[in-house]
């Protein structure tokens, strides 16, 4: 166990580049312990999402992944000389995925909240987005969220995305309340809901647009369906991770501001959302990760 441990110190040196490049941004002398999340290990279990395209898709064996997430993964586990291994996660589970010990970090359109800080904490945010609505190219009767009141949407289960709806239609956040049992269709991850919106089975799917955006880009897709590009919200997407390291947070923090100020950011943005990036790369869509 000994010989794979690090200082905090030089993992901060090496993910800064100190040792031969400039840094710039945030230059505050690093803390002189090491969190306990990389004290003893050369892998970095890392749940994403495996069925998102443009934010986290992967093959069943995890050996093809690609998507926004999982270049901000393999980032933040190359800054500190580990490699990431994914797993995969699905809405519903990212809570008990940490609690559990099953995974190390979840970098999975994971939007901070409230809520889940009483339970996780984050590092972050690396992203912001905002929930939309994604319906079937052609139907006129939807143009706006309201539209969805008298409508079937489509949403994952334990994702904020449904929970609003609710709220909003049915007077609470149970996305069993009256409202939601009559017109929420909830599934285990929103590529599921693709199908059902083709066959009509649902009106609509909604959730960030981001999300929305990378599914409405696939071959398989595009020119079927048509993301309204009306956010309702605003999302902030976190790193989770258990509660108890404020130092492996802050570290996770300093290495997120270095990626968006050196650029790298930038890039993995423009390069898994296409098109659509220049939505997300606004100066007031720029995430500012708090320390």
Not at 97 to 115: P, R, T
Not at 176 to 198: E, I, Q, S, T, Y
Request: charged share 25%; aromatic share 6%; with cysteine.
């Amino acid at each position: 166990m000994h010989q794979h441990r690090r200082w905090l110190a030089v993992v901060i040196a090496t993910a800064f580049g100190l040792a031969g490049t400039a840094a710039c941004g945030d230059t505050a002398p690093p803390p002189a312990q090491h969190g306990p999340l990389y004290q003893m290990r050369n892998a970095l279990n890392i749940g994403v999402k495996f069925d998102q395209p443009g934010i986290g898709e992967c093959n069943p064996a995890a050996t093809r992944c690609n998507g926004l997430d999982i270049d901000i993964a393999r980032e933040v586990a190359a800054a500190l000389h580990d490699t990431p291994v994914f797993r995969p996660v699905v809405s519903s589970n990212r809570e008990d995925m940490l609690l559990k010990g099953a995974v190390h970090l979840i970098i999975a359109s994971y939007s901070i909240s409230d809520e889940r800080l009483k339970i996780i904490d984050f590092a972050g945010p690396y992203f912001i987005a905002g929930q939309d609505v994604l319906t079937r190219n052609g139907d006129t009767r939807i143009t706006d969220v309201d539209d969805l009141k008298d409508k079937v949407t489509c949403g994952a289960d334990g994702s904020n995305s449904p929970r609003r709806l609710a709220s909003r239609f049915g007077g609470t956040e149970s996305t069993g309340n009256a409202w939601g049992r009559k017109h929420l269709k909830l599934v285990d991850g929103f590529g599921d809901c693709l199908p059902l919106l083709l066959d009509k089975t649902v009106d609509a799917v909604s959730t960030d647009d981001s999300i929305l955006a990378g599914y409405a880009n696939q071959p398989r897709y595009k020119g079927k369906v048509r993301l309204l590009g009306k956010r309702f919200t605003t999302e902030r997407y976190g790193i989770g991770m258990a509660k108890g390291n404020p130092i492996d947070r802050a570290l996770i923090t300093r290495i997120l501001t270095q990626m968006i100020q050196d650029g790298r950011w930038e890039r993995i943005v423009n390069k898994n959302l296409g098109a659509a990036a220049p939505l997300f790369l606004t100066a007031e869509n720029r995430p500012t990760p708090v320390k």
